[in-house]
Every structure is written in C-alpha cells, then in structure tokens.
C-alpha cells in the first residue's frame, strides 16, 4: 500500500522559508515521477513542481521559480520542496504526488496523493 506523509508546513512571515517533506512507503520514489501540487481556498488547486524519476531535470510553475526547490533523497526514500522567499500567495494546502507517468502526474491525476499540510504566508 502506498502512503505518502507530508511534514513541514505552517505558519511564517513572508519573505521566509519553508522546506517540506515528503516521506514516502509501498513505493521508491527513484522511480516514480514525484511532485508537489497546492491548493487554495476557493482555489483549485495547481500544480507546483516535479522531479522525474531520473532527476535529471526539474519542473516549476512560473510564480515560484527561482523561488522553489524540488529534490529528492533516495538513501531516505523522501521528496523535498524548498520554500523560499515565501508571498501570501503561497498560502495553500501543499501535497505530494506520485505517478509513474509525468503527463499524468502533471495534469493533476496522480495515482498517489498525500494527505496535505498547511502553509500560512502572513504579509
């Protein structure tokens, strides 16, 4: 069974950072395509980041490049996302994602979703 546990959210001023984790069981995230998606209230939600399973390149929104850093730590069997210089904007609950198919992941129909964790972004 697999099971994806975020960790790291919560409450910080803007212009600070956050770097959330992503622990994953019942899957190696060496070989998955792995990614990040958040959604607002009243929002919907949206895609963020991705590291494909080869990690030989990386994926990011407009709004949050140069910003935001995905990784990944095999040894740990984690994904990690990189906050930095957070904005109120950034407000959402952030997700971790896992498909074997980047298309598909991309598009928001990961086969594998965690339970979300809360980022707060006080202006």
């Known amino acids: 069974q697999v099971q994806l546990v975020e960790t790291g959210g919560g409450l910080v001023q803007a212009g600070g950072s956050l770097r959330l984790s992503c622990a994953a069981s019942?899957?190696?995230?060496?070989?998955?395509?792995m990614g990040w998606f958040r959604q607002a209230p009243g929002k919907e939600r949206e895609f963020v980041a991705a590291?494909?399973?080869?990690?030989?390149?990386?994926h990011y929104i407009d709004s949050v490049k140069g910003r935001f850093t995905i990784s990944r730590d095999n040894a740990k069997n984690q994904v990690y996302l990189q906050m930095n210089s957070l904005k109120a904007e950034d407000t959402a609950v952030y997700y971790c994602?896992?498909?074997?198919?980047?298309?598909?992941?991309?598009?928001?129909?990961?086969?594998?979703w965690g339970q979300g964790t809360q980022v707060t972004v006080s202006s």
């Open positions: 590291i494909p399973w080869h990690g030989a390149n990386t």
């Open positions: 994602v896992a498909d074997s198919n980047f298309g598909v992941l991309r598009a928001g129909r990961g086969s594998s």
């Open positions: 019942g899957l190696t995230v060496s070989s998955y395509e």
